[in-house]
């Protein structure tokens, strides 16, 4: 599977199905955050303007989306799941279940 907007990540080391899980919930962790803190729903008074919150967070959610990436080139690579099949059933369960048309 090759995502045009989302590259392998060639420079990290030891990169595992769980390493990659781990930093995954990280980066979820911070885009939760990010919306917590910026949206000003922990209590703090955000001094920025709705456009540099939605940069904020749109940052950290491609951080999430690029682990994700990464993490479907690791079970790609690593347990030789072809992905653009489990993609095409995944298409599928979002169809039947009207989330798509």
């Not at 090759?2 to 781990?22: D, Q, R, S, V």
């Not at 803190?37 to 950290?60: A, D, P, S």
Request: aromatic fraction near 6%; charge should be negative.
């Amino acid at each position: 599977m090759n995502f045009k907007y989302f590259p392998k990540l060639n420079g990290l080391n030891k990169i595992t199905m769980e390493t990659t899980a781990l930093k995954l919930m990280e980066e979820a962790g911070e885009l939760s955050q990010a919306i917590s803190k910026f949206r000003g729903l922990n209590g703090e008074k955000v001094n920025m303007t709705e456009e540099e919150v939605l940069e904020k967070i749109t940052g950290e959610l491609l951080d999430v989306m690029q682990v994700c990436a990464t993490m479907t080139y690791v079970i790609e690579e690593k347990y030789d799941i072809n992905l653009d099949d489990a993609l095409v059933k995944h298409l599928k369960k979002l169809k039947d279940r009207g989330y798509v048309k």
